[in-house]
Each structure stands twice: as C-alpha cells, then as structure tokens.
C-alpha cells in the first residue's frame, strides 16, 4: 500500500513562567502534518504536557482546509481554552502556518520554473 506524501510544518514560541511544559520543553511546539495536494492538516500536535490538551488542538484542527487561512480554527481555540500561554500557543499555531505558507510558495516557483 502506498503512502500519500504529507509535510510537516512547525511553529515555536516561548511559554510565559509558570507553565508546566516551560520547565519541560522551554517553548510551546505546534506541528501540522499536512496534505500538500488537497492543504487539509490530517494530524496536529503540540507540546502540552497532558494528554488532553495535545488531543484537544488535534480535534480542533485536524480536517481544517488551509487555503481558507487558520483564523477559524485559532477563534475557536481562543474561545475554548482558558489557560496559561494562551497567546504563546496561538503564536506557535501562526508560525506553523507561515511555514506551511513558505512551502507553497516555495513549490508554486518550483512548478513555474519547470513550465
């Protein structure tokens, strides 16, 4: 069977003091593994300490088409999360998304130049 090739893309930023995963990690992580061909994110992680809060972004992103951008996935972030490094982990989110914006852009020149 084969395997469709997906990407992945990461965006980091610093955690406020006080944060479990601070202490562990010394920044928050937010990763997508992404569909390059149809620009769905098909898993999502990020350096939570539990569980639960790692599955949580997964469930909040996971389907997510990224050619509609990552506004409304971050609003509903925003509205259901209610703790610390709120504004750290939606900063990882963009930066993860602004790398998956250099990748299309990167391979958008890349088809150019072979027409």
Excluded: W
């Excluded at 999502?44 to 300490?49: D, K, L, M, R």
């Excluded at 997510?64 to 509903?76: A, N, Q, V």
Aim: glycine share 8%; with cysteine.
């Amino acid at each position: 069977m084969l395997m469709k090739e997906t990407i992945i893309c990461t965006g980091y930023s610093r955690l406020p003091d006080g944060m479990a995963a601070k202490n562990l990690y010394g920044v928050m992580g937010v990763g997508f593994e992404i569909d390059p061909d149809s620009d769905c994110i098909i898993n999502a992680s990020c350096t939570f300490v539990t569980n639960m809060c790692t599955n949580f972004i997964t469930n909040m992103f996971v389907g997510h088409d990224l050619k509609k951008g990552l506004e409304t996935p971050i609003e509903k972030f925003e509205r259901r999360y209610f703790g610390l490094g709120k504004k750290a982990i939606i900063t990882a989110m963009r930066d993860a998304y602004n790398q998956y914006l250099i990748y299309k852009s990167m391979n958008f020149q890349e088809m150019s130049v072979k027409s």
